[in-house]
């Protein structure tokens, strides 16, 4: 029970991750390692080796279902890699193995191809994997792609019921490629040679793969993988002495496996990565409920993906091995650096906003450059093209702005504009003092065209103001005159206004009568303030 709850959470976190879509951009490649050791993905590998001398290692729990015994398998070990050369890798592991299978004493429906069941629990280590990859063709001289030989052995160090006891062989060919510096992609297809326990005649198989990383040079990088192995002869037979008595058949069919795989691995600058991940057991044909099982009844096809390791941060790729010739044109001139200058339009910003960052570069040699634009704060639209937006930070002060330009010969530029990162301006407030009127008038008094000849010195300044005039009286009187004469006094006002080249489109006139007093209207000293005419403002 506890193992699915486990299960089942490790699912929600994977779609938490995806949810977070915010990742750092790496300017080189995080790595990893398969559960074999060799670098990859998780299952699958990648067709890169460990450069010369660095290595990378790790702890891993590998967690999945077999339907031959309905069997649950866990391997807790290590897996190790050294990189020999930079086109040859080693590497290997070694751990524990725990088999749960609900079919005891032995498996009545068949044997897995790589684990003999002898019992329904057991408990204790692991075969050994030791191999080497050969990097046949390199990122740097495949224009992106790369190709690479994996050999593999499997030493039958296992206890009984854990392993075949015999010693397996397998090879891989390997394709992989980075795509925009943003998605990794591999497959991997070989031969797996299978050893000839006593008593069995273990069948050989294909071997394949496919996986894609994503985001490639980001910490946060997901996963998927589906691998799998086509069996050669789906008839097996079981040769030694009869174990018809507990169940065993002399004769089964074999599934072939397809498993499907997702989860997440976080890389830090160190080359430290954990990863976190679900299989899933996608060949699984059989029905429990033609079998009398001693344990769960229901096949359970998830398996957790644990693991934290070390991997060296990607370095460039090793150049193409070239035999030496006898010269016979006169040596090319060397490589001369590009030159580039990076402006800024505007150059001062408010905080949040948006301004363009542009660069011109010439190359003496003609090569063609590529751009990389880089800051402390902020964030840039398309940071790999010449010109790109850059959007404020939340934070004033001067922002330095960095392009590099590359030829993609060793040689480099970089130019450095400082941006101003500014507060934004303090909105205008406008506040007009009312209008007021005698009593049972809507003619504008004398002090009047005072407040009103300060409306239009202000809408003369700022061609976005609007106004609205309010007409208002006090309540004496009855509803519909109030109305009346509020309409009076508001269209006074804004007759005042267009007669002094206020447009008449910028005004608006409306009467609320009796409806909206300002002020007390029991006492004739608040009363007579309600006889007024409001201007509020509308900003376009």
Same mark, same amino acid.
């Given at each position: 029970?506890?193992?699915?709850?486990?299960?089942?959470?490790?699912?929600?976190?994977?779609?938490?991750?995806?949810?977070?879509?915010?990742?750092?951009? /790496?300017?080189?490649?995080?790595?990893?390692?398969?559960?074999?050791?060799?670098?990859?993905?998780?299952?699958?590998?990648?067709?890169?080796?460990?450069?010369?001398?660095?290595?990378?290692?790790?702890?891993?729990?590998?967690?999945?279902?077999?339907?031959?015994?309905?069997?649950?398998?866990?391997?807790?070990?290590?897996?190790?890699?050294?990189?020999?050369?930079?086109?040859?890798?080693?590497?290997?592991?070694?751990?524990?193995?725990?088999?749960?299978?609900?079919?005891?004493?032995?498996?009545?429906?068949?044997?897995?191809?790589?684990?003999?069941?002898?019992?329904?629990?057991?408990?204790?280590?692991?075969?050994?994997?030791?191999?080497?990859?050969?990097?046949?063709?390199?990122?740097?001289?495949?224009?992106?792609?790369?190709?690479?030989?994996?050999?593999?052995?499997?030493?039958?160090?296992?206890?009984? %019921?854990?392993?075949?006891?015999?010693?397996?062989?397998?090879?891989?060919?390997?394709?992989?490629?980075?795509?925009?510096?943003?998605?990794?992609?591999?497959?991997?297809?070989?031969?797996?040679? =299978?050893?000839?326990?006593?008593?069995?005649?273990?069948?050989?198989?294909?071997?394949?793969?496919? %996986?894609?990383?994503?985001?490639?040079?980001?910490?946060?990088?997901?996963?998927?993988?589906?691998?799998?192995?086509?069996?050669?002869? /789906? $008839?097996?037979?079981?040769?030694?002495?009869?174990?018809?008595?507990?169940?065993?058949?002399?004769?089964?069919?074999?599934?072939?496996?397809?498993?499907?795989?997702?989860?997440?691995?976080?890389?830090?600058?160190?080359?430290?990565?954990?990863?976190?991940?679900?299989?899933?057991?996608?060949?699984?044909?059989?029905?429990?409920?033609?079998?009398?099982?001693?344990?769960?009844? $229901?096949?359970? =096809?998830?398996?957790?993906?644990?693991?934290?390791?070390?991997?060296?941060?990607?370095?460039?790729?090793?150049?193409?091995?070239?035999?030496?010739?006898?010269?016979?044109?006169?040596?090319?001139?060397?490589?001369?650096?590009?030159?580039?200058?990076?402006?800024?339009?505007?150059?001062?910003?408010?905080? %949040?906003?948006?301004?363009?960052? @542009?660069?011109?570069?010439?190359?003496? $040699?003609?090569?063609?450059?590529?751009?990389?634009?880089?800051?402390?704060?902020?964030?840039?639209?398309?940071?790999? $093209?010449?010109?790109?937006?850059?959007?404020?930070?939340?934070?004033?002060?001067?922002?330095?702005?960095?392009?590099?330009?590359?030829?993609?010969?060793?040689?480099?530029?970089?130019?450095?504009?400082?941006?101003?990162?500014?507060?934004?301006?303090?909105?205008?407030?406008?506040?007009?003092?009312?209008?007021?009127?005698?009593?049972?008038?809507?003619?504008?008094?004398?002090?009047?065209?005072?407040?009103?000849?300060?409306?239009?010195?202000?809408?003369?300044?700022?061609?976005?103001?609007?106004?609205?005039?309010?007409?208002?009286?006090?309540?004496?009187?009855?509803?519909?005159?109030?109305?009346?004469?509020?309409?009076?006094?508001?269209?006074?006002?804004?007759?005042?206004?267009?007669?002094?080249?206020?447009?008449?489109?910028?005004?608006?006139?409306? @009467?609320?009568?009796?409806?909206?007093?300002?002020?007390?209207?029991?006492?004739?000293?608040?009363?007579?303030?309600?006889?007024?005419?409001?201007?509020?403002?509308?900003? /376009?």
């Amino acid at each position: 029970m506890a193992m699915k709850i486990i299960r089942h959470v490790a699912f929600g976190l994977i779609f938490c991750v995806v949810a977070a879509s915010s990742v750092w951009a /790496q300017d080189s490649k995080p790595g990893g390692a398969t559960v074999f050791g060799d670098t990859g993905l998780w299952f699958v590998p990648t067709a890169e080796t460990l450069p010369k001398g660095q290595w990378g290692g790790g702890l891993q729990l590998v967690n999945f279902d077999r339907s031959e015994g309905f069997s649950d398998i866990t391997d807790i070990g290590g897996m190790f890699g050294f990189g020999v050369t930079d086109r040859i890798e080693l590497f290997g592991t070694l751990g524990t193995r725990r088999i749960d299978a609900d079919l005891v004493p032995t498996a009545r429906n068949g044997q897995p191809q790589n684990y003999l069941i002898s019992k329904g629990w057991n408990t204790g280590f692991s075969d050994v994997t030791v191999g080497a990859k050969f990097s046949l063709l390199s990122p740097g001289t495949g224009d992106g792609y790369a190709a690479a030989l994996r050999v593999m052995a499997k030493l039958p160090t296992a206890g009984d %019921g854990l392993g075949t006891g015999a010693t397996d062989f397998q090879f891989d060919l390997i394709g992989s490629r980075e795509y925009n510096q943003r998605v990794e992609l591999t497959t991997s297809a070989g031969f797996l040679m =299978r050893g000839s326990p006593d008593g069995y005649n273990l069948t050989n198989g294909f071997k394949w793969g496919i %996986g894609v990383g994503y985001p490639s040079r980001s910490k946060f990088k997901m996963i998927a993988e589906m691998h799998g192995e086509a069996l050669f002869d /789906q $008839d097996q037979k079981y040769t030694g002495p009869s174990l018809a008595a507990i169940g065993m058949p002399r004769e089964w069919n074999p599934d072939a496996t397809r498993d499907l795989f997702g989860g997440f691995q976080y890389s830090t600058n160190k080359g430290v990565y954990l990863g976190l991940g679900l299989g899933y057991t996608a060949s699984y044909y059989l029905n429990r409920s033609d079998f009398t099982t001693s344990e769960d009844s $229901d096949f359970d =096809r998830l398996g957790l993906q644990v693991r934290i390791g070390y991997y060296p941060r990607s370095t460039p790729p090793p150049a193409a091995t070239v035999q030496p010739t006898a010269p016979t044109t006169p040596p090319m001139p060397a490589n001369r650096p590009p030159t580039v200058k990076a402006r800024c339009e505007p150059c001062t910003v408010e905080v %949040g906003r948006q301004l363009t960052a @542009s660069a011109e570069a010439q190359d003496p $040699d003609g090569d063609t450059l590529r751009y990389r634009w880089s800051s402390p704060t902020g964030s840039f639209g398309n940071a790999g $093209d010449r010109q790109t937006p850059w959007t404020a930070p939340g934070q004033v002060g001067a922002v330095p702005l960095t392009v590099t330009v590359d030829d993609g010969k060793g040689m480099t530029a970089t130019d450095t504009i400082t941006v101003q990162v500014i507060a934004p301006a303090a909105k205008k407030q406008f506040v007009f003092e009312d209008v007021h009127f005698d009593f049972d008038r809507y003619t504008l008094r004398a002090e009047a065209t005072r407040l009103l000849d300060e409306a239009i010195k202000a809408m003369a300044e700022d061609p976005n103001l609007r106004i609205t005039v309010e007409g208002h009286t006090c309540n004496i009187g009855t509803t519909e005159y109030n109305l009346a004469l509020g309409e009076r006094r508001s269209n006074a006002v804004r007759e005042y206004l267009a007669g002094r080249g206020v447009a008449g489109t910028r005004l608006q006139a409306v @009467s609320y009568g009796e409806e909206r007093p300002k002020h007390d209207n029991t006492r004739e000293e608040t009363r007579r303030l309600n006889r007024r005419a409001a201007l509020t403002i509308r900003l /376009q």
